[in-house]
Every structure is written in C-alpha cells, then in structure tokens.
C-alpha cells in the first residue's frame, strides 16, 4: 500500500484532529502552497477567519518547520498549540522528518525549553524529540 505525500497526511490528520475535538465555535480549513496553512473561521461570525497554524515542508533535509502557532480567542489555553506540535513530531517519526519550531517567542522558547526541546545551532530555533513532554501540563 502507498503511503500519503507527508503534506497530504498533516492535513488529513490536523483538520480530522480540529474537527472532532474543536468545532463548536470554528469550522476548519487548510491550504497546500509552499507551506501548509491551516484557518479556522469562525460559525458565528463569517467574516472572521484566523490562521491557526504555519508548517513548512522541508523535502530535501527531511525537516517540518513550523514558524506559527496561534489561536483564536475561543480556542486559547487549551493547549491546542502543544497538541498540534506533538501530531507533528508523531507524523515526522512516520515519515523520518524531524521537526523544528522556528521563529519562536521567548515566553514559547522557554515554554518549549521547560518542556525538553533541544537548542539548535541555529538562532530561534528548537528541535521537537522523543523526551519533548508535548502531553503533560508543566
């Protein structure tokens, strides 16, 4: 059986995820181009649309970058950001990706630091590995 391209399986999976556990106030929506995009729009307002999260395909280096995590109003503090990175890690492992969060801010640096993700060589950016604790509150 043919495996899915890797983009087509961060879709299925994050959308199915959003969907089933996150679809009283949002409907969900993701967009392939040079990164993977994925929006929420809200059911109440439909002029509304926030972007929930930013994930880059790196082919060549086997690498998911994943430079933006935010969420809408109704969607903070429910540790959906974490939730998303350790499906991201889990999919990587499928697929022999490694995953890096970039660009971040120093509150979520630390955040992610606290949790067990590694420093890079690289400015702002963090490694996502087997001992990161993405399931437990801090």
């Not at 556990?21 to 002029?47: G, L, P, Q, R, W």
């Not at 400015?123 to 399931?135: A, K, P, R, Y």
């Amino acid at each position: 059986m043919k495996m899915k391209k890797i983009e087509d399986a961060i879709v299925d999976v994050l959308i199915g995820v959003l969907n089933t556990k996150h679809s009283e106030d949002y409907t969900y929506e993701a967009f392939i181009n040079e990164t993977i995009e994925i929006y929420a729009f809200s059911k109440v307002n439909k002029n509304e649309k926030y972007s929930i999260i930013r994930i880059g395909i790196q082919k060549e280096s086997a690498q998911i970058l994943i430079p933006n995590i935010f969420m809408p109003p109704l969607l903070k503090h429910k540790r959906i950001g974490i939730k998303l990175i350790r499906i991201l890690y889990e999919l990587g492992q499928i697929y022999n990706y490694d995953v890096f969060v970039i660009q971040l801010t120093d509150s979520f640096k630390e955040s992610l630091l606290r949790r067990g993700a590694l420093i890079t060589n690289e400015f702002d950016i963090l490694q996502i590995v087997e001992t990161t604790n993405l399931l437990e509150d801090e």
